[in-house]
Every structure is written in structure tokens, then in C-alpha cells.
């Protein structure tokens, strides 16, 4: 059984970091892609990111641009996600997902692609 776990969320204040991580377990995606959404109150799910596991491609959505950065570690099977210069916008569940297959990093985005989500950490940024 695939499971995905997310870590890291916590409550910080605005300009702070923070790292998610993203362990799986049940299976190696090692050519597949890893992807983290979020999702605030009221709001739609975002897309903040993704990264392909063989080679390492990724892309980010409008709001992680320059801001955050994803890299991996093959040999734990763990995805991370790095997050600087936190807004309270940033405030949200964030959730990582995963597929098993590789495709396109111009779909990374689309959420509906990945097989596998995690339950989700909170991540409040306070003003």
C-alpha cells in the first residue's frame, strides 16, 4: 500500500522558511513525478510545485516562483519543499501527491495526473 506522508508544517511568521517533507512509502517513484498543492479556506487547490524523480525536471507555480524550491533524496524516498520569505497568503493544508508514471513538466500542474496524495500538513503564516 502507497502512502504518503507530509511533515514540517507548523505555525511561522511572515518572512520566515520552513521545509515540508514528503515520505513515501509502499513503492520507489524513481521515474515518476512528486508534486506539492495547497489549499486554503474557501479557496481552490493551487499547484505550488512538482519534480520528476529520474531526472530532477521541475516547475512551479506563479506563487512558489523564487521563492520555494523542491529537491529530492532518492535513497529516502522523500520529497521536500522548501519555502522562503513566507507570506500569510501562503497560509494553507499542503499536500503532496505523486505518480508513478513520468510525463510532461507543462502538467505537472494538473492535479487530476497524480494517483497518490498525502493527508496534508498546516503551514499558518502569521503577519
Known amino acids: 500500500q502507497v502512502q504518503l506522508v507530509e511533515s514540517g508544517g507548523g505555525l511561522v511568521q511572515a518572512g520566515d522558511s520552513l521545509r515540508l517533507s514528503c515520505a513515501a512509502s509502499?513503492?520507489?517513484?524513481?521515474?515518476?513525478?512528486m508534486g506539492w498543492f495547497r489549499q486554503a479556506p474557501g479557496k481552490e487547490r493551487e499547484f505550488v510545485g512538482a519534480?520528476?524523480?529520474?531526472?530532477?525536471?521541475?516547475s512551479y507555480g506563479d506563487s512558489a516562483k523564487g521563492r520555494f524550491t523542491i529537491s529530492m533524496d532518492n535513497a529516502k524516498n522523500t520529497v521536500y519543499l522548501q519555502m522562503n520569505s513566507l507570506k500569510p497568503e501562503d497560509t494553507a493544508v499542503y499536500y503532496c501527491?505523486?505518480?508513478?508514471?513520468?510525463?510532461?513538466?507543462?502538467?505537472?500542474?494538473?492535479?487530476?495526473?497524480?494517483?497518490?496524495w498525502g493527508q496534508g500538513t498546516q503551514v499558518t503564516v502569521s503577519s
Open positions: 509502499g513503492r520507489t517513484f524513481s521515474n515518476g513525478v
Open positions: 519534480i520528476n524523480w529520474s531526472g530532477g525536471s521541475s
Open positions: 501527491a505523486a505518480t508513478g508514471f513520468p510525463f510532461s513538466s507543462s502538467l505537472y500542474y494538473q492535479a487530476h495526473l497524480y494517483t497518490y
